[in-house]
């Protein structure tokens, strides 16, 4: 049954192993999403066009998931913001505390993780 809904099936461990390795990917995706946005930025301060710029990382070393959800997202993380962020933020944010609690220090990819939820944060409407 497991193959149906995944691929490829690995045993992580202890009960509740595989819902951290969950956290884990969202937290990394995350990430991905604020180097992946930041890089595009950057390209169009220095004239890059960033439609070019994302097609050309996509075919390169650079290339992710991530990168191609904000090239498709209009090349900021305006779009996805609204739509994956507060599902993004609550996995950041329990996988900071899950971390915390067992003395682990994520520091790199927790902190790009954040710098992706400020952007988000950034470009979502106020309430009121």
Do not use: C, W
């Not at 099936?9 to 595989?18: E, I, W």
Request: glycine letters at 10%; zero cysteines.
């Amino acid at each position: 049954m497991f193959a149906t809904y995944g691929n490829p099936v690995v045993h992580m461990g202890p009960l509740g192993t595989g819902q951290l390795a969950k956290l884990l990917n969202n937290g990394l995706f995350t990430a991905n999403l604020a180097t992946a946005a930041d890089t595009l930025a950057l390209g169009r301060d220095l004239a890059i066009a960033p439609a070019a710029l994302a097609q050309v990382l996509a075919h390169g070393s650079a290339g992710s998931f991530a990168l191609n959800r904000v090239a498709a997202a209009g090349r900021t993380l305006d779009r996805l913001a609204a739509h994956a962020g507060p599902l993004l933020r609550k996995d950041v944010r329990l996988v900071t505390d899950v971390a915390e609690a067992a003395g682990a220090e994520p520091d790199v990819v927790t902190s790009a993780a954040t710098a992706a939820l400020a952007l988000m944060n950034r470009h979502q409407p106020t309430p009121g």
